[in-house]
T-cell receptor, first 110, second 114 residues
Framework: EAQVTQNPRYLITVTGKKLTVTCSQN?????MSWYRQDPGLGLRQIYYSMNVEVTDKGDVPEGYKVSRKEKRNFPLILESPSPNQTSLYFC?????????FGPGTRLTVL | QQQVKQSPQSLIVQKGGISIINCAYENTAFDYFPWYQQFPGKGPALLIA?????SEKKEGRFTISFNKSAKQFSLHIMDSQPGDSATYFC?????????????FGRGTQLTVWP
């Protein structure tokens, strides 16, 4: 089954404790993105990647890092999480102009 | 700066009624306008999309109306059903730019009462 998977689905952590949210797709897509979704603000792009080793900032990149060492994986790294990064995070991969979203990761930073 | 403006933020419609969600954009380079549907606990999924060479696209009960001169497009849900209750996002992208880069509206939470 074609899909985008994210782990973990839920995470509660404390300020400053580094964390990684994994994202994997099995559709051989080159373009992948990370979004955060906040009430009233919609979906805002954090980072995107056009292919292996090619990444760039989206609209809200501050406080986040990404890497793309393999085509299928695109992890999101929060090296020193802060409470304002409490949000719902989505990974997406793209075929043409259609984006396929993962199930989301709900992150709470205390 | 919000590239795509969406309204209303929330919408309550009675079963069988018509739901209408509006979006507006400024960038004339946009040439692809999708709508995504998101159910609680799920990621958004493509619902329907339109390109500016047509003024309307219909798929079942869902219709996109597109007004190029006004730089506006809207989603109409006919005979709305409780199962349509979800958050809807409009979006836009431009040909020739970074492949797959979508600019989303802020979303509309639709509730359809039985």
């Amino acid at each position: 089954e074609a899909q985008v998977t994210q782990n973990p689905r839920y995470l509660i952590t404390v300020t400053g404790k580094k964390l990684t949210v994994t994202c994997s797709q099995n559709m051989n897509h080159e373009y992948m993105s990370w979004y955060r979704q906040d009430p009233g603000l919609g979906l805002r792009q954090i980072y995107y990647s056009m292919n292996v080793e090619v990444t760039d900032k989206g609209d809200v990149p501050e406080g986040y890092k990404v890497s793309r060492k393999e085509k299928r994986n695109f992890p999101l790294i929060l090296e020193s999480p802060s409470p304002n990064q409490t949000s719902l995070y989505f990974c997406a991969s793209t075929r043409g102009v259609e984006q396929f979203f993962g199930p989301g990761t709900r992150l709470t930073v205390l | 700066q919000q590239q795509v403006k969406q309204s209303p933020q929330s919408l309550i419609v009675q079963k069988g009624g018509i739901s209408i969600i509006n979006c507006a954009y400024e960038n004339t380079a946009f040439d692809y306008f999708p709508w995504y549907q998101q159910f609680p606990g799920k990621g958004p999924a493509l619902l329907i999309a339109i390109r500016p060479d047509v003024s309307e696209k219909k798929e079942g009960r869902f219709t996109i109306s597109f007004n190029k001169s006004a730089k506006q497009f809207s989603l109409h849900i006919m005979d709305s059903q409780p199962g349509d209750s979800a958050t809807y996002f409009c979006a836009a992208s431009k040909r020739g730019s970074t492949l797959g880069r979508l600019y989303f509206g802020r979303g509309t939470q639709l509730t359809v009462w039985p």
